[in-house]
């Protein structure tokens, strides 16, 4: 599973001021970049929405992919998880500060005590952050894809098997202190979910996320759901879009504790311009506003309980601190360079069709 990327700044001097002429030839700016970058990566499929300012502005898509077709998005999973998690924390459900290990208390008891003391440490923020300091070796996803598979099936949320190690390992750094992309830590906020609200966190974060802006039912992937709460939801690109533009736009009006948090961690990253990552994406605070990103990759060739299974699959947004978002998904796992220059290529396509 894919982590964020760089999401390239846009001009200083872009203004939100359009005209059909503006967007039409943004449409076909992105459109054209978004291909080329498809057929450099020999990918079949793919589909691109762009929105501005809130209204959707262009499509586009190549092979079996088009635009309001509902598909796994990997990695973009986990800001529908924050922002989940945030409602949580705004309406006085949960804490930035409370522990991972009391919230699941009753989920953890099983596994006995802790290998490391430090693990009674890990905080809800930690986890957001991808800071919790837990290890690789405890998550399925980095090597341990097979085994899962061969006991359990891939088309079960499953959360508790994907679990049953975390306690087990000394951690590799102390909660809060080292950043380390890790599944594991959004599977434990899903489990958080379900914990506080009593409700399966498909359904809650639909309900508390997805379902106040007018977008149709969605959740988990039928043929992914164990990846659940880190990378299983199923959802088209214009509505991802949908969701993206809103969350970027709430980071800004939010107020409470969360805002603050984060108001904290751009002033600790640097300041104005300077990046980090929280609530499931990476953000950049600037003086026009928040840009907002991620990526997400999944590929899996292995044998399993539900049989042979061999998919790729990828996705990835940005949503600028000017308005616009773009949405992109694809039929192959992507990461490093392929993936910068996407970033790369649609700030130029965004750039040239002002």
């Known amino acids: 599973m894919a982590c964020c990327f760089t999401a390239l700044a846009l001009p ?4 939100l001021g359009q005209t059909a002429e503006q967007n039409k030839k943004m449409e076909e700016s992105t459109g054209r970049a978004f291909n080329a970058w498809l057929s450099e990566n020999g990918i079949k499929d793919g ?9 959707m502005i262009g499509r586009a898509y190549q092979g079996q992919r088009k635009s309001d077709m509902p598909v796994t998005v990997a990695s973009l999973t986990k800001a529908i998880t924050g922002a989940c998690i ?23 008891e099983p596994l006995g005590k802790p290998q490391d003391p430090r693990f009674n440490l890990i905080s809800i923020a930690d986890l957001l952050r991808n800071r919790s300091g837990l290890k690789p070796a405890v998550d ?7 085994q899962y598979l ?27 202190s080292t950043y380390h992309y890790l599944n594991v830590n959004w599977l434990l906020l899903g489990a958080v979910v379900e914990r506080i609200t009593g409700e ?24 992914w759901a164990m990846l659940s709460s880190y990378g299983g939801w199923q959802i088209s690109a214009q509505d991802y879009a949908k969701f993206a533009s809103q969350l ?23 300041g104005p311009g300077k990046s980090f990552y929280a609530l499931g994406t990476s953000m950049r605070f600037t003086s026009k506003g928040r840009t907002i990103w991620h990526s997400g990759s999944w590929s899996a060739k292995s ?36 993936l910068a220059d996407l970033d790369s290529s649609m700030a130029k396509a965004i750039r040239e069709s002002l």
């Open 12 to 15: 200083a001097g872009f203004a």
């Open 47 to 55: 589909a691109l929405v762009v929105m501005r300012a809130g209204e």
């Open 86 to 108: 945030a409602q949580l924390i705004d309406s006085g459900k949960l804490q930035l500060t409370d522990k991972m290990a009391d919230v699941l208390k009753v989920e953890l």
């Open 140 to 146: 399925y996803t980095q090597g341990g894809l097979g």
């Open 150 to 176: 061969a006991a359990y099936s891939r088309t079960r949320k499953n959360l508790s098997k994907q679990m049953d190690q975390v306690a087990r390992f000394e951690l590799a750094a102390d909660p809060g």
């Open 200 to 223: 399966a966190y498909e359904s809650y974060c639909y309900k508390a996320v997805v379902k106040p802006l007018g977008l149709p039912v969605s959740g988990l992937s039928p043929e």
């Open 248 to 270: 970027a736009q709430s980071v800004i009006d939010r107020k409470g504790s969360v805002n603050e948090w984060l108001m904290q961690l751009s002033a600790d990253a640097g």
């Open 303 to 338: 044998n399993g309980l539900d049989g042979f299974v061999e998919d790729s699959f990828g996705s990835y947004f940005a949503s600028f601190d000017n308005g616009v978002t773009y949405v992109v998904n694809y039929s192959k796992a992507m990461r490093d360079k392929a």
